[in-house]
């Protein structure tokens, strides 16, 4: 082949088959704007979306926008545009068969696209040959992303209230059962304040009650002195230990209606910094480069039979 090209003079044969390298132009630009058109292939529109995540917190190291990525190229969200768009049917992709989720995953992720941008942004981009369904795609997507974000900020505050909550009913019990001690202690005993039962046990030692010693029953100050000595140091305990107890539940009921707080509250969890359009122009094919591509494949294939065919009448020769 290299000797044929050596032996021809390409420029004198480029200038001897001008009109037929020509024609062949013309047919192979008529058969790429023919084959080109919407008949044979079919036109693609692109939608797309820029955001940012708000109102969420990290899971790992990762930025808050490499985890949104993650989260919109979960199958969770691919799975339910499947459904809500019937991709089976739009796609043309017979489910019965044989590794169709595959090729329902390659198409997706072929005309699905979520990447981070260079100002640490996502952008959400969808290719269908409807550009209306490519924009409502974008918009379903934003909203599956909202909606999971969401699901994980009530699973994790939803135990945070189920945990404060369990810590608040634990510290009622024990609050409950000092009070039913306390109420022992009053019903049997009679021993309801330690201090001013002890002012009157003093007193009646003293003779001090109601202004005189004749006064003064002798035998209930006796009793009451006897119960204090045996129960008087548990009612102290009872009681002191009553109010830290009431205490630390005053801060548990506080860290519960804060988490209850945090479970109801209603927030976005995405800023729509550009939000999705319908297009008006297809993005694919690009009718000049198949036309381009085509009249360069024309002319290299039509000169080189020519060189080739010169070549052979040159050894004929």
């Known amino acids: 082949?290299?000797?044929?090209?050596?032996?021809?003079?390409?420029?004198?044969?480029?200038?001897?088959?001008?009109?037929?390298?020509?024609?062949?132009?013309?047919?192979?630009?008529?058969?790429?704007?023919v084959f080109s058109s919407p008949v044979f292939i079919k036109p693609y529109f692109k939608s797309w979306a820029v955001v940012y995540p708000s109102n969420t917190t990290s899971y790992s190291d990762e930025?808050?926008?490499?985890?949104?990525?993650?989260?919109?190229?979960?199958?969770?969200?691919?799975?339910?545009?499947?459904?809500q768009f019937s991709l089976w049917k739009h796609y043309q992709i017979d489910s019965s068969k044989s590794f169709a989720q595959t090729k329902m995953n390659r198409i997706y992720n072929r005309?699905?696209?979520?990447?981070?941008?260079?100002?640490?942004a996502v952008q959400i981009q969808v290719t269908d040959t409807d550009p209306v369904q490519a924009k409502l795609m974008v918009d379903a997507i934003i909203k599956g992303y909202e909606s999971k974000i969401k699901t994980l900020h009530e699973k994790r505050y939803g135990q945070t209230v189920g945990m404060w909550s369990r810590a608040v009913e634990r510290k009622l019990a024990t609050i409950d059962s000092l009070k039913t001690r306390l109420h022992t202690l009053a019903t049997r005993e009679g021993l309801i304040d330690f201090d001013a039962q002890s002012a009157e046990i003093v007193k009646g030692y003293l003779g001090t009650v109601e202004g005189g010693l004749t006064k003064v029953d002798k035998k209930r100050v006796e009793e009451l002195?006897?119960?204090?000595?045996?129960?008087?140091?548990?009612?102290?305990?009872?009681?002191?230990?009553?109010?830290?107890?009431?205490?630390?539940l005053t801060g548990l009921i506080a860290?519960?209606?804060?988490?209850?707080?945090?479970?109801?509250?209603?927030?976005?969890?995405?800023?729509?910094?550009?939000?999705a359009y319908v297009a008006d122009k297809k993005c694919r094919p690009i009718r000049w480069i198949i036309v381009l591509g085509s009249m360069l494949v024309a002319a290299l294939l039509s000169f080189t039979a020519l060189v080739v065919f010169e070549?052979?009448?040159l050894k004929k020769n």
């Open 63 to 83: 930025s808050l926008s490499e985890q949104m990525v993650q989260i919109l190229n979960a199958n969770q969200i691919r799975d339910s545009l499947i459904i």
């Open 255 to 275: 860290a519960q209606d804060k988490a209850i707080a945090d479970l109801d509250r209603q927030e976005t969890y995405v800023d729509v910094i550009e939000s």
């Open 111 to 120: 005309n699905v696209s979520v990447s981070k941008t260079l100002a640490d």
């Open 1 to 33: 082949m290299e000797l044929v090209f050596k032996n021809v003079n390409l420029i004198n044969l480029a200038l001897r088959w001008f009109k037929l390298l020509v024609s062949i132009q013309i047919v192979a630009i008529l058969i790429s704007v």
């Open 311 to 313: 070549g052979i009448e």
């Open 225 to 248: 002195k006897k119960r204090m000595d045996e129960k008087g140091g548990e009612l102290i305990l009872v009681m002191d230990r009553l109010k830290y107890e009431n205490g630390l």
